[in-house]
Each structure stands twice: as C-alpha cells, then as structure tokens.
C-alpha cells in the first residue's frame, strides 16, 4: 500500500541548468544574417530605450535586459551611432539596478558604441559582457535571472527575423533560420519548467512562451546523418562534420510564430 507521503523530484544541479544556458546562442548572429539579407534598418522594430523607468521587478529588469542587449547589437551592425548610445544608456541603468556593474566594461563599450569602425570589437565585448554576468548569476544560484536575460535577447532577436521575414517573404535563408529557433525554444521551456514549480514568476512567464512553444512544434526539422572526416591542420587532427539538417516551415506557421512572438514581447516591454 502506497504511503500518502509525497514523493520528493529530484533537484536538478546548477551545473545542468548552466550547460543547457550555454547552448544558446548569441542572438546576435541573427542580427548579421538580418543585415546580409539586404534589410534596411529600422529603429521602430526595437523596444524604446525610454521605457527603462517602467521595469520595476529583478524579472522585468532581466528580460529587458536581454532586448536592450540585442537592441544594441543591431543598432551597431548598421552603425547607428547614435541609437547604440541610448541603447548603451539603457543598458547601464538596469545592469545598475540588478547590481551587476562590476561584470560590465562601461567605459569600453560607450567608447565602442560611439566609433563606427569597431563594430566588431563592440559586439565581441558585448557578448563577453554579458556571458560574465550569466556566469556570476549561475555562480550564485541565481540562473533564473540569466535564463531571463538570454531568453530577452533571443525573443528580441526572434521578433526582428519576423518582421523582416515578412517583408522579405522569398528569404528562404531568413525562414529557415527562424525555423531552427524552435531547438532553442524546447531548451528555454525546459529550463522554465525547473523554475516554474516554486517561484510564481517564471510560472508566469513559462505560461506566456508556451503558445510559441505551440506554434514551433509545427516546424519539421530532419536531420540527415553522415560520416564526419578527418584532416591535419597545423599538426593537429580536425574534424569536419557531414551532417545536415532540414527544416520546413510552412508559410501558416511562420505567420503565426511571428504573430505570437509580437504578442508575448509586446507584454514583456510594456
């Protein structure tokens, strides 16, 4: 006879929670393929550095923090100067107020934003900025606030691939790079789900990705496998993999992936 004692889940480690943070990528990848698809720039697509002053919570300052992070990102990708200063503004003001500034080079980064000519220095040293300011949340058990971060700057950069899909419907590159976010999608709603039994917030906000998680099932990726080669390079042995995948994405399906993803941001941006 079963005992009424509830039976305890297993803990799941911190280490595990940062390996599949790791996984996800810079959202500014997405950023450079929206640039190389020809796109212009527009500033109306990102989320207005003004609203800094309506996130009140840790949670509302993490995940806008993540947007703000890709919002910079692009803004330099198309040398918006100007923009990549307030964006940097905004940036501090909440890395300030979730006390992470020790993990982040200001100075460095404001003299980058404002010089077109190191784009690529400003990214890497953004990119590196906040993988220090994941690392110390995770170190301090605190990973939901990374996850928060990373899932801000994926769903922003996710928003802009949208819209610029749309406008750009013959983008089979664009498309299908929109389709492989559904891998990312299934680890962030993992990750969710450690968090989402024993802290109301990130219930809510797992609550709120799930009919994207919804939408994305739809998408059909295949993977064709083949034998990976080998080659001395330098002395040293490399391996290149054969491997490829294929993803569909139907036109129904991106245009509801790009309604729900607008929806959920709209909510988070306030």
Wanted: proline share 3%; net charge negative.
């Amino acid at each position: 006879m079963l005992s009424n004692t509830q039976v305890q889940k297993p803990e799941v480690s911190e280490k595990v929670i940062s390996d599949i943070l790791q996984q996800i990528p810079s959202p500014l990848e997405t950023s450079v393929l929206i640039k190389q698809s020809g796109s212009k720039y527009g500033s109306s697509m990102l989320n207005d550095p003004k609203k800094v002053s309506a996130y009140n919570t840790s949670y509302e300052k993490a995940i806008n923090l993540g947007i703000y992070g890709t919002d910079l990102g692009y803004t330099k990708i198309y040398d918006q100067n100007q923009d990549a200063v307030f964006y940097y503004n905004s940036i501090k003001d909440l890395v300030d107020e979730l006390s992470l500034s020790q993990y982040f080079d200001f100075g460095t980064v404001k003299r980058l934003a404002l010089n077109s000519s190191h784009m690529d220095s400003l990214l890497y040293l953004t990119t590196k900025n906040f993988n220090n300011i994941n690392t110390y949340l995770q170190d301090q058990k605190r990973s939901n606030l990374s996850l928060l971060i990373l899932t801000g700057g994926w769903l922003e950069a996710l928003h802009i691939a949208c819209q610029v899909a749309e406008e750009n419907p013959g983008n089979q590159v664009l498309v299908e790079r929109i389709g492989e976010q559904k891998a990312i999608m299934d680890k962030i709603m993992l990750l969710f789900s450690f968090y989402s039994k024993s802290n109301t917030s990130m219930a809510k906000y797992q609550k709120e990705l799930q009919p994207l998680a919804d939408a994305f099932s739809k998408v059909q990726i295949a993977h064709t496998y083949a034998e990976p080669t080998f080659s001395e390079v330098d002395g040293l042995l490399v391996v290149k993999d054969h491997s490829t995948s294929t993803v569909k994405v139907s036109e129904e399906s991106l245009k509801q992936i790009a309604f729900i993803t607008q929806s959920i941001r709209k909510e988070i941006i306030k």
